[in-house]
C-alpha cells in the first residue's frame, strides 16, 4: 500500500492526476509467469488510497 501511496504521491506532484491514470486493459486479463497473477485490485480501492 505503501508503494501505490508513493506512486499516487510521485504523479500529483508530477501534474499527473488520478482520472487519467490508468492501467492497461491486458494487466488485467493476461497472466504473467512465473505465478500466472493478473491485476485484480478494484480500481475503487485504489482510488481511496
Do not use: H, W, Y
Not at 506512486?7 to 486493459?25: C, Q, T
Request: no cysteine; aromatic share 6%.
Amino acid at each position: 500500500m505503501r508503494t501505490i501511496q508513493e506512486e499516487l504521491s510521485f504523479n500529483r506532484k508530477a501534474g499527473l492526476d488520478i482520472k487519467p491514470d490508468r492501467l492497461p486493459e491486458f494487466l488485467k486479463t493476461e497472466p504473467l509467469p512465473p505465478q500466472e497473477a493478473v491485476f485484480d485490485i478494484p480500481r475503487d480501492e485504489i482510488e481511496s488510497i
